[in-house]
């Protein structure tokens, strides 16, 4: 009857199996460095490649104040100095790390560099390049992965912001051989498309994994698409060539969403604002229209010639009252005045005196009034009441004042 083990009598076999080589309990092993990670618990995770292979590594939070003398990240080459074990529960194998030291850049970040200088020396990253993406895009194009998290936070995002926006994906890979040419045939076909903005990204990753949009061939493709283009690679830590190519760089995907995808409720909210401006000063308008309208009323009621006409004849009504009563004033005193000339009149008239015993004396149709007037022989006319009498002057006699 043959032997039948456990998985952890097999692990435990093979972790006593690696324990009792002395070479693996202290070996030193240079790589260049990726998928570093800082743990809150003071570990460091991070894995170890060169062109033949990967291995995981970890050094406790214990050996780093004594081992580490540097800020590690991805694309360092380095030397690491400690031990190979099994870490039983998996079923792996790693390097449990004790001491890391520099090697020199790692030929991955060597590269980036390189090309970033060049790129950045051609102008390629110069602001005057950077054309603004649309406010308010109707199709949002997409090239990432058909399956990653990155499509599912843009749909996720996109849905609550605006339901509305058409979102139209072109699958591409994001990693690995090929990468490159999918990526760029992606953005090709998008651009034909005449979509209003392009999102150009994937999820976090290792330098390695990310290295796709680190190809010139990707930056050229996206400098020169005459669509805005988004980038959105990895995590807010993450840059590659892309983010400096591209009119606008976003720290993740969801972001890169938030900013291609308007949120229609805010629209909605500035439409509602705006109209109640709107009837607020259409009602003031009104307002102040029917108050002109009512004053060109009036001075057209003031200014019409039915108006003027009857104001005329209202003003003549009053000439002619005021003119006929003017005129009874006037009659008035000239009747007063008449009565008492008449009065006068009649006191001084001489027929009135005439009849006191009075006579009138003329001498050649002028009235005789001093003696002096006359001489012996004149022929004189006397008017009484009741007639006339002609005489002859025989004597003219003198006579005294009080005579």
Known sequence: MKNVYTV????????????????????????????????????????????????????FKGSRAEGLGFSMQDGDQVIVTGSVEVYERDGVYQMYARKIEQDGEGNLYLKFEKLKKELEEMGMFASEYKRPIPKYAKRVGIVTAETGAAIQDIRNISARRNPYVQLILCPALVQGEGAKESIVNGIHALEQLGVDVIIVGRGGGSMEDLWAFNEEIVARAVFDCSVPVISAVGHETDWTIVD????????????????????????????????????????????????????????????????????????????????????????????????????????DSPVKKLGGGYAFVSINGKGLKHVSDTKTGDELQIVLPDGTIRAKVEETKPGTEEA
């Open 8 to 59: 952890e009598q097999i692990n435990k076999y093979i972790k006593n199996m690696f324990a009792q080589d002395f070479m693996l309990q202290q070996i030193s092993m240079k790589g260049e460095v990726s998928n570093c990670k800082y743990h809150s618990s003071g570990h460091i995770y991070f894995s170890l490649k060169d062109s033949g292979g990967v291995m995981k590594a970890v050094m």
């Open 244 to 347: 400096f190519v591209a009119d606008q760089r976003a720290p993740t995907p969801s972001a890169a969403a938030e900013l291609a995808v308007f949120d229609y409720r805010i629209i909605m909210q500035e439409l509602d604002s705006l109209q109640e401006l709107l009837m607020r000063e259409l009602g003031r308008k009104l307002e102040h229209a029917q108050l002109r309208l009512g004053n060109l009323r009036l001075k057209l009621k003031l200014r019409s010639p039915v108006n003027r006409l009857s104001e005329n004849k209202n003003r003549i009504a009053d000439y002619e009252e005021k003119t006929e009563l003017a005129m009874k004033q006037k009659l008035l005193s000239y009747r007063h005045k008449l009565k008492l000339l008449a009065q006068r009149l009649e006191g």
